[in-house]
């Protein structure tokens, strides 16, 4: 039976006589990478694909269909909530709601001083400190946050990248002085430079400099952190920022590859820092195109490891990621229609495999999010993981000709922009050429120009739209929070050992001028009660600092 002939004629005599009845959806549909939706997938979608390579079972190589045999049916994924805001204090009593609520894993939301290395008493830090995230400026604040948190029990993700390796040293040693080993912390830091010359920003040093830090956390992990997965390659920030998904997922992976091959460099074996990798992605509301995304970034990365680095083993072909719903789609105008989104953007998650997921609030479009508002966002994760039969089955969308068409498609494209990137002389050269910078800003213009033209419909913005809500109970940082934080560097100054402070920064700028790692340095500034400014400072005057990439 000639069934494409078949198809075609049941689109003339049955779709497109329905479709001239209803001409405000006669219009193709493409999704945000520019593919174009068909009306009908059958097998015909798929000539020559490969069930057995490109499918397999799940746990097995190249994990299109997920990265453990049983996926949610052995566990549920990680339901790790992003917190931190106004001070230590506060944030340590988010954290213990949270995990009284059911949370399974800490999520930690730094604010924009100690991002880009800054103390909180810094004339640069005024009316920053505490809004996007904690302040933290030493051990000491370190230590607060976490206070009646055992760090053996609790899997901690630290969303820090430039000042990635103090944050991470002064995590090391709280666990310390719990009684806690290195080896026994299981989480991860971000570690992620390359992104923040993309998308987002919070830079310290220039980009080659950035990357040998990057590099020096890998291997100090791999041999004293073996639980801990010591980089989150984000594509998050990138989506964010407009890119699609096609571009999200390569230029991550693209990012992956300079990373690996900078490990590789310093002669660290693939296979021994490769298993304790993990990526970052956007939860978009196009639901089916996101699980697609998230299929084609395991098989794609699983031949990437296996075919361009010769990676052995399993583990370090298996692209594990933490996924969290899409802030930037959160509106201002009717927000609970945020909750609904939220909830689209948690399932195209749960359906794609993530192993961790973050839900945003209904209120962030407005603020850091309520105590009512987390407590939905945490709420919607539970009901997908109880309540429905979303993670019964593994990769339950699989065998669908409209997901394997889009996975393949993904992945075909994903392709192209890698190809492009080598040609630039790979990530770090194409990022100072700004060739991801200026497709991600042509693709933000063109879908923002389509909400202005009413193409791409926002529901309560562009159309259905009613007057603003009135909205209570929203979270604010008290200003007395902020001085006490202040006053807290202020004294600690004054009271700690400041030769041994002054002895531990020098060692620190010695290590830094060679080629030797500067975690274990690092590490002993954090404990002698050198402040995040302060070492930061050390690495500027050797490093230099990164001013802003200009796009043209």
Request: glycine residues 8%; contains cysteine; charged residues 20%.
């Amino acid at each position: 039976m000639d069934t494409s002939k078949n198809k075609q004629q049941w689109l003339e005599k049955t779709v497109q006589p329905m479709l001239k009845r209803s001409p405000e959806r006669e219009e193709r549909f493409l999704t945000t990478s520019g593919a174009e939706v068909d009306k009908l997938y059958t097998p015909e979608d798929l000539p020559g694909f490969d069930y057995g390579e490109n499918l397999s079972y799940p746990g097995e190589y190249p994990f299109t269909r997920g990265v453990q045999p049983t996926m949610y049916r052995g566990r549920l994924w990680t339901m790790r909530q992003y917190a931190g805001f106004a001070s230590a204090e506060e944030s340590n009593r988010r954290y213990h709601y949270l995990l009284e609520q059911g949370q399974t894993g800490l999520s930690v939301a730094f604010d924009l001083p100690t991002q880009i290395g800054y103390d909180s008493d810094h004339p640069k830090s005024q009316g920053e400190v505490g809004k996007v995230g904690v302040p933290i400026s030493s051990i000491q604040d370190m230590e607060i946050l976490f206070k009646g948190i055992p760090l053996d029990k609790v899997s901690t993700s630290m969303t820090i990248n430039s000042t990635a390796a103090v944050l991470l040293a002064m995590y090391i040693v709280v666990a310390r002085k719990q009684g806690v080993p290195p080896a026994k912390l299981n989480g991860t830091i971000q570690n992620d430079l390359l992104k923040e010359y993309i998308a987002r920003g919070t830079y310290i040093f220039p980009p080659r400099p950035s990357l040998r830090l990057t590099t020096d956390i890998l291997s100090y992990c791999s041999q004293n952190l073996p639980q801990w997965n010591s980089i989150s390659v984000s594509g998050y920030h990138m989506r964010e920022a407009g890119a699609t998904a096609a571009q999200e997922l390569a230029f991550t992976l693209a990012n992956g590859i300079a990373y690996v091959q900078a490990a590789i460099a310093t002669g660290q074996n693939v296979d021994a820092f490769g298993g304790r990798l993990s990526f970052f992605f956007a939860s978009y509301s196009h639901l089916f195109e996101e699980v697609a995304k998230f299929r084609a970034a395991r098989r794609l990365w699983a031949k990437i490891m296996a075919e361009r680095f010769g990676a052995k083993d399993s583990r370090s072909m298996m692209l594990r990621f933490h996924s969290q719903t899409c802030g930037h789609t959160l509106t201002a105008q009717q927000p609970d229609n945020n909750v609904i989104r939220t909830t689209i953007q948690a399932l195209a998650a749960v359906l794609g495999g993530t192993q961790s997921l973050h839900t945003n609030s209904r209120d962030e479009a407005y603020s850091v999010p309520s105590e009512d508002a987390v407590t939905t966002a945490l709420r919607t994760q539970q009901v997908l993981g109880y309540e429905t039969d979303a993670a019964n089955v593994v990769d339950p969308l699989g065998g669908s000709y409209f997901v394997e068409s889009l996975t393949n498609a993904l992945e075909a494209d994903a392709r192209k922009y890698i190809q492009k990137i080598d040609q630039l002389g790979g990530a770090l050269s194409a990022i100072e050429n700004g060739y991801q910078q200026k497709e991600i800003q042509e693709s933000s213009y063109r879908s923002q120009k389509a909400i202005e033209a009413g193409k791409k419909v926002v529901v309560g913005v562009n159309k259905f739209v009613s007057p603003y809500p009135q909205i209570t109970g929203l979270l604010k940082v008290d200003p007395a929070e902020v001085e006490k934080q202040k006053q807290r560097v202020a004294a600690l100054r004054k009271t700690r050992d400041n030769a041994l402070v002054g002895k531990s920064l020098k060692a620190l700028g010695s290590v830094a001028r060679s080629e030797e790692n500067t975690m274990p340095a690092i590490i002993e500034c954090v404990e002698n009660y050198a402040t995040v400014g302060e070492i930061c400072d050390v690495l500027r005057g050797i490093f230099g600092e990164q001013t802003e990439f200009l796009v043209f």
